[in-house]
């Protein structure tokens, strides 16, 4: 058995703070320990206590001085746009059409598929994410080069084909037979693999035909335990389209719901422009949402409503959405989702912005009872950072006079510089000291 105390100042939440912030909702040390055995969770709490039982030949590493926290989740990401991402000057159907789908293509190859998924990952931990949900493209060979990437590092990822047979270039393009084959294939060899899991991927709306969103709503009721994931409500333009395409439909979640493509594992990214009755539809069938907010101001898209969701119940994840988004940092997007809410006059304390990038994610995901937090038996996937990492940081934590102040100063000032070290189950895969 492989046993690892890790000591430091230690955070991680039961259930969302909410808005003010209540205290019961989280657990924190100062001094705090978290034993791991085997990859799993098997004691926290005081460092003094939990390291009474640490015998002569269990490693231990020390990050006192720094915070350990649950793994970032990231709820909505494009492993294909790295070469996307900081594309000038576009709103979302050019920016599809001019930077996109053009990179895009490169995917049929292989090994450049294996090349960048390589790269992706490595970012990933470089920046305290250590499970997201994730698009590759059209090909399946994309999601085989991913998968493999993700295995070989351990890491609890979800993935799945992309599903597009209309209104996109010939060389993106599948068809519905051809895509069920792919997606049924991929599925046997990948879905419940170690910490992989497959999710079915319609683009969005205006690039599946109703046969192929029927497809997907089959084989979604037919594989349980698969995920679902699409775009919706993003920008007004694509609103707009997808009313013109689906004169039928209520509404742009409408159409998704027509196709069976609701429920409790399928989760929409950006989730912008709705009404009142979508929201109502997210509460009844127990979907989820992603909260995008450096892609929805990079694009141009609008302005998420977390109260909205949240006061209903609904779950809800952050995701930077990298390429449309600007940075793979969370804490950066955390940054970002302050700004969007703040508009609004909505505040996201550091609690339950902290909250939305762990458990929150890890929830909206349907893997909370798995990641997002410290339980005992739960995945130790963790980051070390350090909050004063920059001057600007330190300086700012020597003035801050509550931890509160301090996490707040993280959330807004914090990104990958601020990362020493990033842990898979109880291993070390990322360390300022050994980049990867
Ligand atoms: N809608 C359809 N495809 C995409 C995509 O790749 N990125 C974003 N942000 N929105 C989309
Ligand atoms: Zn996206």
Known sequence: MATLFLRGSILHFLRDP??????GAWEYWDDGCLKVVDGRVAALGPADAILKARGARDALHDHRG??????????????????????????????????????????????????????????LLRHGTTTAAVYPTVHKQSVDAFFEEAQQR??????????????SPDYLRDDVAGAEADCRDLIQRWHGKGRLGYALTPRFAPTSSREQLAMAGRLYAEYPGVWMQTHLAENVDEVRWVKELFPEARSYLDVYDRHGLLGPRSVFAHCIHLDPEDRARFVASDSAMSFCPTSNLFIGSGFFDLEAARSRGVRVGLATDVGGGTSY??????????????TDGQRLNAWRGLWLATLGGAACLS??????????????????????????????????????????????????????????LGKEAFSDERPC
């Open 18 to 23: 909410g808005a003010p912030a209540d205290p």
């Open 66 to 123: 720094k915070l350990i926290l649950p793994g970032f989740v990231d709820t909505h990401v494009h492993y294909a746009q790295v070469d996307v991402i900081a594309s000038y000057g576009r709103q979302l159907l050019d920016w599809l059409n001019d930077y996109t789908f053009p990179v895009e293509r490169a995917f049929a190859d292989p090994a450049h598929a294996r090349r960048i998924a390589s790269l992706f990952l490595d970012t």
């Open 154 to 167: 351990g890491m609890r990822m979800i993935c799945g084909k992309i599903l597009m047979d209309r209104n």
């Open 329 to 342: 940092s969370m804490l950066q997007t955390l940054a970002e989702a302050y700004k969007v809410l703040m």
């Open 367 to 424: 893997l909370d009872d798995r990641i997002g937090n410290f339980r005992i038996g739960k995945e130790a996937d963790c980051v070390v950072l350090d909050l004063a990492a920059t001057p600007v940081l330190a300086r700012r934590m020597e003035v801050a006079r509550t931890l509160e102040e301090r996490l707040f100063a993280l959330m807004m000032l914090g990104d990958d510089r601020a990362l020493s070290a990033t842990y898979i």
